[in-house]
């Protein structure tokens, strides 16, 4: 019997279970869960919970429960509210819902769920920052429109950053499009790394246009140093 | 001196000895090793012995350090990653700050799941192979990337295909596949050589009160590895940051809600900052105001010093109990230390107001933003291109 209301009743059972099979089959399932005392030491210390319908120890019930219907469900409807803090590693059982969330997220990405399509909106910049430049943060991205609740100092950055960046003392420092300078052996080590792991393939499933885009950046660069693509 | 927690001292329990709950993941680290599977990176000669959350000693180097750089430190709030270099080069230990090093990827990793354990541990290990060509020991500035590399390291050990797979791929790029000795947070380090750090202090911090953050993926991931001290809180938190405040000569302002998160949600604070400011200004930073009126909060992370700092503008708005400095450990030393709070420690890049702070601290911070100024006009005049280290000691 599932624990869950009647939602994603167009999706058959089987191919929900599949999914869930493949969560459990990842090598870190089987650390994350131990059973549950129910005590809610998870959620008095989830973040998330306070400002989200949302339960680590709903998590952690649905996965000892094996509740595949629960678990697609929290697969679409939950894991994005989740802050990844880890507090609710607490548990007195060393459960670790937030490691359950990971897989089941990551899970979510690899079969290019449409609720992780939707979750990862907006987000593609910063997944093309990170996976082209090797540093996920750049000054430049410290921008007035993108950071209206961070005020105005945003914009004397932004107004300022070039000058501000070479009164930075460390070398390496002097940059504004990625954090620090990374030099061109290591992001090629970097692109192979990528290509190696399915993380391409990753990324094609939830946003084909930043798909395309990287391939076109990595092929260019690793052509160019004489890497066959 | 040592900070306790007000508990009864009758039920205070002694380890004895009582073995660890958890296996000595380092053990492991040695006999795969011995196994021919990889090359332990050992922590060098020179340095100091700690003690982690159930009594074990972790070795904490004290020089020719590899810094690992933060992505969110060096982009948004560099003055973080400038006050840990000064306070090596302040006690004349030799360090290096390599271009040949990326990111670990894992604030990414924890907000989007793009990216999988291969790749992960990939980026992990070739970061550490890179440190051991160098010859330099690697020092990991942000908290995410410690804890992300400590579970690395967990995932590696007990996953012999996984070790496998990503040992192929160093050998596709030709670096050698190397594990640390121990993985090292730069807060370990300022705790370790918080004596030699407070011998050069030139500032009395003695009124200054200070709220501690301590950060979650610091001593909520792989917590055994994390420094517990009896003398501070009895051993029943974190010590790092708390132990720098306290040989510091400043004060330690408790508040109830120490162990939450800072709101930071990896992705929440991208594409969600409704979530991130709502916890950071509730949970965080009102209830110290209530409970501790600290004259400053800090932490030893990336996120958090963004995420309490940054969230506070948006409270003043709603007229909430806001408006406290938010700085790392490593900055608070420098200015304790004597640092220039803009050539060295950059709190132009931090949001709340700090001048009061500073004030109280016997710091000018008039006279001393004209000399940043007169810096930056001389750059912008051509006259020359970069503030140097002998700039900011100047």
Known sequence: MTLAPNTYTDIPYEEKAKLIEEVMADHRYGEHLYGCYECGICVAACPSARFYDFSPRKIAQAAARQDVELMYEQMNDDVWNCSQCFSCTRCPRGNNPGGIITVLREVAVRNGLASARDALEGYGRVVYKIMSTGTQVSPDMLQPNAFPDWGPHVKAISDNVETWRKALPPETLHTTSTAWNVDEKTIIELYLIWQATGVMDMIGEVDEGLHMILEDVMEDVLDEAGYET | ?394
């Not at chain 2, 010590?239 to 330690?252: F, K, M, R």
């Not at chain 2, 408006?323 to 220039?340: E, T, Y």
């Not at chain 2, 050539?343 to 132009?348: G, P, R």
Request: charged share 25%; glycine share 6%; proline share 4%.
């Open chain 2, 1 to 394: 001196m040592s900070l306790e927690l007000p508990v009864l001292k009758e039920r205070r329990a002694e380890r004895k000895n009582a073995p660890p709950p958890t296996e000595d993941v380092r053990e492991k680290v040695f006999e795969i090793e011995a196994q021919g599977d990889w090359i332990v990176h050992r922590v060098p000669d020179d340095h100091v012995e700690v003690f982690t959350k159930y009594g074990r000693v972790k070795k904490i180097p004290r020089q020719n350090l590899w810094h690992h750089k933060s992505c969110g430190q060096c982009g948004h709030i560099p003055g973080y990653s400038t006050a840990i270099f000064w306070l090596m080069r302040k006690l004349g230990l030799a360090y290096e700050d390599p271009t040949d090093q990326t990111s670990c990827t894992a604030w990414n990793y924890y907000a989007s799941a793009t990216s999988n354990a291969a790749a992960q541990a990939g980026v992990a290990m070739r970061n550490f192979g890179a440190a051991y060509e160098a010859g330099n020991y690697p020092l990991i500035h942000c908290g995410t990337s410690y804890g992300h590399y400590k579970e690395v390291r967990e995932e590696l050990i007990h996953d012999p295909e996984l070790r496998k797979q990503v040992k192929g791929i160093m050998e596709k790029l030709g670096k050698p596949f190397v594990m640390p000795e121990e993985i090292v947070h730069y807060s370990e380090w300022v705790y370790a050589m918080r004596r030699e750090l407070a011998n050069l202090k030139v500032l009395d911090f003695s009124d200054i009160t200070a709220t501690v953050h301590p950060a979650c993926h610091y001593h909520k991931l792989v917590v055994e590895d994390a420094i517990y001290d009896r003398d501070i809180y009895d051993g029943q938190r974190t010590a790092v940051v708390t132990a720098v405040v306290e040989a510091l000569g400043a004060n330690i302002g408790e508040y109830s809600t120490w162990y939450d998160c800072c709101g930071f949600g990896f992705r929440h604070i991208l594409v969600e900052r409704d979530f991130t400011r709502s916890f950071a200004i509730e949970r965080k930073i009102e209830v110290m105001k209530k409970e501790a009126n600290p004259d400053v909060v800090l932490t030893h992370d990336t996120g958090c010093v963004t995420t309490l700092d940054q969230s506070q503008f948006a409270g003043r708005a709603h007229d909430r109990d806001v408006g406290i400095p938010v700085l790392s450990d490593a900055q608070f030393a420098a200015l304790a230390m004597g640092a220039h709070p803009y050539k060295v420690c950059q709190l132009h890049w931090h949001n709340t107001d700090n001048k009061p702070l500073l004030e109280k601290m016997g710091i000018d911070h008039e006279s001393k933003w004209a000399e940043f100024e007169e810096e930056l006009r001389m750059i912008e005049a051509g006259e020359k291109e970069f503030l140097t280290w002998e700039d900011a000691d100047g």
